[in-house]
């Protein structure tokens, strides 16, 4: 079945600095990405929507300019936590889909960020 | 705006009974619904996805149906086993039709 990995899995860091979480998908081609947060016994939240090789669409209240997110080919997405702050420690899963009319979407094992 | 809900947060039984789980949604009529399972710290894994015009869909011990007129999806695991015990998540695509929305989860426990 169609893999998606995220790196890394695990990141702590300190409030103010920036984090980099990257989204591959292994062995298919993604047109498609999609980034997640879910805080402890919340569900999943959908954050953004992106499509390789344009600009993502943002869920109401999710602030563009903090959570960069870029899709520059085909198999990589990235999510950037700019300035990061300890209510941004959360789990960030991301999901891939193959093409625009695919209905499956594959998860990756999610990201764990703690801000201190 | 479209809702989801699972409405037991929990749900505790005995190995080799049949669990079932209810995902009920509003303001919405979805082509399709699926289900999926997630394990603690672990993104989740995809299971069954049933069509609007399928009342019924099985795979090995899981069995959903999903009722239209009721909007409602019930989850069947039967002959539960403690290796059953995880989070079950159902979700639906949202309005724009991009991208799956998902209700926030019920906990399963079999214990032995």
């Known amino acids: 079945g169609a893999v998606v990995s995220q790196h890394p899995s695990r990141v702590i860091c300190k409030s103010g600095t920036s984090v980099k979480i990257e989204c591959r998908s292994l062995?298919?081609?993604?047109?498609?990405m999609f980034w997640y947060r879910q805080f402890p016994k919340q569900s999943l939240m959908l954050m953004a929507t992106s499509n390789e090789g344009s600009k993502a669409t943002y869920e109401q209240g999710v602030e563009k300019d903090k959570f960069l997110i870029n899709h520059a080919s085909l198999t990589l997405s990235t999510l950037t936590v700019t300035s990061a702050h300890p209510e941004d420690s959360s789990f960030y899963i991301c999901?891939?889909?193959?093409?625009?009319?695919?209905?499956?979407?594959?998860f990756g094992p999610g990201t764990r960020l703690t801000v201190l | 705006s479209q809702k989801i809900e699972q409405n037991s947060e929990a749900l505790n039984i005995q190995e080799g009974k049949t669990a079932t789980l209810t995902c009920n949604y509003t303001?919405?009529?979805?082509?399709?619904l699926q289900w999926y399972r997630q394990d603690p710290g672990r993104g989740p894994v995809f299971l069954l996805l049933?069509?609007?015009?399928?009342k019924e869909k099985r795979k090995e011990r899981l069995k959903v149906t999903f009722d239209t007129t009721l909007k409602q999806s019930l989850f069947h695991i039967t002959a539960s086993q403690p290796a059953d015990s995880a989070t079950y998540l159902c979700?639906?695509?949202?309005?724009?039709?991009?991208?799956?929305?998902f209700g926030k989860g019920t906990t399963l426990s079999v214990s032995s």
């Open positions: 979700a639906l695509l949202n309005q724009a039709g991009t991208a799956l929305i």
């Open positions: 999901s891939a889909r193959e093409g625009s009319g695919a209905i499956e979407q594959f």
């Open positions: 062995d298919f081609q993604a047109t498609t």
């Open positions: 303001n919405y009529s979805p082509a399709y």
């Open positions: 049933i069509r609007e015009n399928e």
